[in-house]
């Protein structure tokens, strides 16, 4: 298992389609993840702090853990099988483990709701992890806010969003936009 934190949220311009970039902690490999919007939308609301007025489900979710006595130990994607990534939810109850399946946007959801680790397996990391040059690293101007921009910030940054995305160059590139399963994306 290798530690990963959520590098960034990203919207592709041209489609809106979102991706969860996970980085590993102690090296410069990035995982990208594609995923729905809400679910975009649910991770940059607990990265950012905000609070929504009635729980999400996410919310909902960690509630209920914490009424069962439970508490989630760390999240863990765990395989990629066809473009499709799985993950876990890793909880503890009372002395007990459970282990919950569950989409990677969703793992990851809970897991900034409850600050725990989140967990990449050697495989999936060794299969679509991708490194990127020096000069091809994402600097602290380079990195995109986790909140989708809106629509007039997105006609404004077009071109600073094109040079920032340099660094998932290689990963769009291996996309066959005709046909989403070959995408990497999460399991619906």
Do not use: C
């Not at 607990?46 to 489900?57: L, S």
């Not at 799985?86 to 459970?98: S, W």
Request: charged share 25%.
């Amino acid at each position: 298992m290798i530690r990963v934190v959520v590098d960034s949220i990203r919207v592709s311009l041209l489609t809106q389609h979102r991706v969860v970039v996970l980085r590993e902690t102690d090296n410069k490999r990035y995982l990208p993840i594609w995923i729905g919007p809400f679910e975009a939308d649910a991770i940059a609301m607990a990265i950012q702090g905000h609070e929504p007025q009635r729980p999400m489900t996410h919310d909902l979710l960690k509630a209920m853990i914490g009424e069962l006595e439970g508490q989630v130990s760390h999240i863990f994607v765990n395989d990629i099988q066809d473009n499709t990534f799985f993950a876990r939810i890793v909880i503890d109850q009372r002395g007990r483990t459970i282990e919950v399946d569950a989409r990677p946007s969703d793992a990851i959801a809970l897991a900034v709701r409850t600050d725990v680790p989140i967990f990449v397996d050697t495989h999936v990391l060794d299969q679509a992890g991708v490194f990127f040059d020096e000069d091809e690293q994402p600097g602290p101007a380079e990195t995109q806010p986790a909140e989708p921009p809106s629509e007039a910030d997105a006609e404004s940054d077009t071109e600073l969003n094109d040079d920032s995305m340099s660094i998932f160059r290689n990963f769009i590139n291996t996309l066959d936009l005709d046909d989403p399963s070959k995408g990497g994306s999460e399991k619906s």
